[in-house]
């Protein structure tokens, strides 16, 4: 089944503990991207990719690191987190192409104390 | 840069009945492409339709059409026959078609309620 895969779903923690969220894809899609979503604020891009070893900054990425060594894997790293990183994450991906549809994992609930 | 604008935060509408969320945008290209994403309890995003914006014709799939009108930026999603299942948050959403981030600008969402 094709598929957008986080982990953890869930993730409490605490202020300065670094914590990675894992994104994976089995679709072989060269693009991936993250989002946070927030109330009254729809979804907001953090980073994307556009193939292995090529990242750039989204809209809010201040606080956030991302990799892509494997085609398949886009992790997420919050080296520091801090309260205002409390918010709901998606990990997405889609062939390159301003047309083709990106697919969205399920989303992780990060809470941040 | 590109901002969209949904001006309902919720709308309700009775089972079997047809409701209509809007869905403004503002941007200075002529290419693009617009969305609308289902959000339900579950918080897995779904696709539900798509419009190019070099098309004239309005997106249709199955109960769910779009109303595109291009000078005016507008692009609001019509639901027939709305059902228990059609309760969700209703994302739209913009991607430029020349910029090579890919990105999807969306708006706030519109809580869609729908009356047994």
């Known amino acids: 089944e094709a598929q957008v895969t986080q982990n953890p779903r869930y993730l409490i923690t605490v202020t300065g503990k670094k914590l990675t969220v894992t994104c994976s894809q089995n679709?072989?899609?060269?693009?991936m991207s993250w989002y946070r979503q927030d109330p009254g604020l729809g979804l907001r891009q953090i980073y994307y990719s556009m193939n292995v070893e090529v990242t750039d900054k989204g809209d809010v990425p201040e606080g956030y690191k991302v990799s892509r060594k494997e085609k398949r894997n886009f992790p997420l790293i919050l080296e520091s987190p801090s309260p205002n990183q409390t918010s709901l994450y998606f990990c997405?991906?889609?062939?390159?192409?301003?047309?083709?549809?990106?697919?969205f994992g399920p989303g992780t609930r990060l809470l941040v104390l | 840069a590109q901002t969209v604008t949904q001006s309902q935060p919720e709308m309700s509408v009775q089972e079997a009945e047809t409701v209509t969320l809007s869905c403004t945008y503002d941007t200075s290209e002529s290419d693009y492409y617009l969305f609308w994403y289902k959000q339900p309890p579950s918080r897995q995003m779904i696709l539900v339709i798509r419009q190019e914006a070099y098309k004239q014709q309005n997106a249709t799939e199955n109960r769910f059409s779009v109303n595109f009108q291009k000078a005016a930026k507008s692009f609001s999603l019509k639901i027939s026959d709305s059902q228990l299942g059609d309760a969700a948050m209703y994302f739209c959403?913009?991607?430029?078609?020349?910029?090579?981030?890919?990105?999807?600008?969306w708006g706030a969402g519109t809580k869609l309620i729908i009356k047994p």
């Open positions: 959403a913009y991607r430029s078609a020349v910029d090579s981030n890919y990105q999807l600008i």
């Open positions: 679709m072989n899609h060269e693009y």
């Open positions: 997405a991906s889609s062939l390159l192409g301003g047309a083709e549809t990106q697919y």
